[in-house]
C-alpha cells in the first residue's frame, strides 16, 4: 500500500505551512490594533485604522492561508502542477507578508512611501503566484466545475491586485481626486469574485469529501462561479456608467446567488452521513449562517440604499463577511486538512506507517472543538462593539481576538512541531539503515 | 456517453480518503487484465488518475446530474 499512497506529485509540507502560521499572528496582530485603536476602527470604514485592519485581515489572514492552500492542493483537486512548489511558496510567502506590513504601516502612519512599496511588494508576489498558477491551471482542461470555478477565482484576483494598485496610486500620487466607488468594486472583486469564488470552487470538492455528504448537483455547480463573475462583470460597468437603480439590481442578484450556494450548502449538510459534529463542521455552520446573514444585508441595502449610510452598518457587514463567515470557513478547512496532509505525508515516508501518530494526536479534536467557541465568543463582541462602540466593548472584542488568534496559532504550531519531529526521527532512521 | 455495464463497482461516495484510492487499487488486483472497474465519487480524484497512467490504465470520467462523477477504468 506504500507505493499506491505516494503522492510523488505533492509539494513538500514546508511550501503551504509557513503561510498557514503566519496567518495567525496577522489575525492578533489585527486584535491588538482593534484593542489599541477601537474608537478610531469603530468611527467609519474610511479611518486609516480601520483599513489597515480590514487589509491585516483580508490580506494578512484571508490571503495568506488561501495562496498557500492554493499550492498544496491545486495538483490535488485540479490536476495542475506548479513548478518548483516551494520556491513559489517562498517568493509569494515574503512579498505577501512584507506587502502587507508596509501597506498597514502606510495605512497608519500616513507614510506614501509604505504604501507604494506595499502595494508594489503585494502586486509582484501575487502576480508572480498567479502567472505560476495560472499557467499550470491553463494547462488543465476544465472537465470538472471545480476547475472552471478556480480559473476564474484567479483571474478575479487579477482585478483585485488591478484595482488595489490603482488604489495605492490614486492615494499616493494623489491623481485626480478619490472616488469610493472604485474602493466597492475593488471589495467586491475580492470577497465575491475571488473569495467566494474560491470557498466555492473548493466546498464542491472539501464538503461531500470531509463531510460525507452527497454531492452538489451538477448544473448549479457549473453555473454559480460564472454567474457571480457575469454579475461582477455587469455590477463594474453599470457602477461606473450608470445610475445607481441598476448597480443595486446586480448587487440584489449577487447577494441572491451566493445565498442559495450557503443555503444549499447546509442542505447537504443536513443529510450528512458522518453522525459527529466536529470542529470542521461546526466551523462551517457558523460560516453559512453568517454568509446568509450577509447576504440578506446586501439584499436591504439593494432595496433601501439609505440604511448603509449609518457607520455601524458597513461595519457590521464588513465583520461579518470577513470573521463571520471567510475566518470561518478558513479555519475549520484548516483544522481538518493540516493534520490530515502531515499524517499523509508521514505515512508515506514509513512502510506500514509504523510509528506515525494519529490525525487526532497531531490535533487533540476536543482541543479544535473549544477554540471554535472561542471564535463565536470572539465574533459575537465584534459585533457588539460595532452596535455599541464603547471602551469597553471594543477592548472586549480586541482580547477574544488575541486570545482566539493565539489558540489556532498554538494549534497548529502544534501539528507543525509533531510533523516535524516525526520526521526527523524518520530521516535519522533511514540514514542509519 | 454510455458506460458498458460492469459488475466490479466502488461506490466510494461516502468514504473518508484515503479509503477511496486504497479501495480503488484492490479492485484493480482483483479483476483481470482487459475487464472494466466503476469508482463512484463525489470529485475528480487527480493523485489517483496520475497513479493509474502511470500503471498503464485507461479511465474515462463522466459526471452526473447528482454530483456523482463515474470513473470507468481498465486493467
Not at chain 1, 452598518?313 to 502531515?342: D, E
Not at chain 1, 508521514?346 to 476536543?366: D, T, W, Y
Amino acid at each position: 500500500m506504500q507505493a499506491l499512497l505516494s503522492f510523488d506529485k505533492s509539494p513538500p509540507l514546508a511550501a503551504p505551512f509557513r503561510f498557514f502560521l503566519t496567518a495567525p499572528v496577522m489575525g492578533m496582530l489585527a486584535a491588538l490594533l482593534f484593542l489599541l485603536e477601537g474608537e478610531t476602527i469603530l468611527a467609519s470604514r474610511w479611518t486609516p485604522a480601520a483599513l489597515a485592519v480590514t487589509h491585516l485581515l483580508t490580506l494578512g489572514f484571508l490571503a495568506q492561508v488561501m495562496l498557500g492552500a492554493l499550492i498544496q492542493i491545486l495538483p490535488v483537486v485540479a490536476g495542475a502542477n506548479l513548478p518548483a512548489p516551494l520556491w513559489v511558496a517562498r517568493l509569494t510567502h515574503a512579498g505577501l507578508l512584507g506587502g502587507t506590513l508596509l501597506l498597514v504601516f502606510g495605512f497608519l502612519w500616513g507614510s506614501p512611501t509604505g504604501l507604494l512599496l506595499g502595494g508594489l511588494g503585494l502586486a509582484l508576489s501575487i502576480c508572480t503566484f498567479l502567472a505560476i498558477s495560472l499557467r499550470a491551471l491553463w494547462a488543465v482542461p476544465s472537465t470538472s466545475p471545480t476547475i472552471r470555478s478556480l480559473k476564474l477565482a484567479l483571474l478575479a484576483l487579477l482585478v483585485v491586485v488591478a484595482l488595489g494598485g490603482g488604489l495605492v496610486s490614486v492615494l499616493v500620487f494623489a491623481w485626480g481626486g478619490f472616488d469610493p466607488r472604485w474602493v466597492d468594486l475593488h471589495a467586491a472583486w475580492g470577497l465575491a469574485g475571488w473569495g467566494a469564488a474560491l470557498v466555492v470552487a473548493l466546498s464542491l470538492v472539501v464538503v461531500p469529501m470531509f463531510q460525507l455528504t452527497p454531492g452538489y448537483p451538477a448544473r448549479f455547480s457549473w453555473f454559480l462561479v460564472p454567474a457571480v463573475f457575469a454579475v461582477l462583470i455587469a455590477w463594474s460597468l453599470v457602477q461606473m456608467w450608470a445610475d445607481g437603480a441598476g448597480a443595486r439590481f446586480f448587487q440584489a442578484g449577487l447577494a441572491v446567488v451566493l445565498a442559495a450556494f450557503a443555503l444549499l450548502t447546509l442542505r447537504l449538510q443536513a443529510q450528512r452521513r458522518r453522525a459527529r459534529a466536529d470542529a470542521t463542521y461546526r466551523y462551517w455552520q457558523f460560516g453559512l449562517l453568517s454568509a446568509i446573514l450577509a447576504c440578506a444585508m446586501q439584499l436591504t441595502v439593494a432595496l433601501r440604499p439609505a440604511v448603509s449610510e449609518a457607520p455601524a452598518w458597513s461595519l457590521a457587514f464588513g465583520m461579518l463577511v470577513l470573521v463571520g463567515a471567510f475566518m470561518s470557513f478558513i479555519v475549520g478547512m484548516l483544522y481538518k486538512i493540516l493534520p490530515f496532509l502531515a499524517w499523509l505525508h508521514l505515512q508515506n515516508l514509513v512502510p506500514g506507517g509504523k510509528g506515525v501518530p494519529a490525525m487526532n494526536r497531531l490535533l487533540p479534536e476536543a482541543g479544535a472543538a473549544q477554540q471554535f467557541w472561542s471564535h463565536v465568543v470572539l465574533s459575537f463582541l465584534l459585533l457588539l462593539a460595532v452596535i455599541y462602540p464603547l471602551p469597553l466593548t471594543w477592548v472586549l472584542a480586541g482580547l477574544a481576538g488575541l486570545f482566539s488568534q493565539g489558540w489556532l496559532l498554538y494549534h497548529l504550531w502544534r501539528v507543525a512541531h509533531l510533523y516535524w519531529r516525526h520526521l526527523k526521527v524518520i530521516q535519522l532512521g533511514k540514514a542509519a539503515a | 456517453m454510455t458506460h458498458p455495464k460492469t459488475p466490479h463497482i466502488v461506490d466510494a461516495r461516502y468514504m473518508e480518503p484515503p479509503e477511496p484510492f486504497v479501495q480503488t487499487m484492490e479492485m484493480l488486483d482483483r479483476i483481470q487484465p482487459g475487464e472494466k472497474m466503476l469508482l463512484l465519487l463525489f470529485r475528480e480524484p487527480h493523485p489517483l488518475y496520475r497513479v493509474l497512467l502511470q500503471n498503464g490504465h485507461a479511465y474515462e470520467t463522466e459526471l452526473l446530474p447528482d454530483g456523482t462523477f463515474e470513473i470507468l477504468i481498465t486493467r
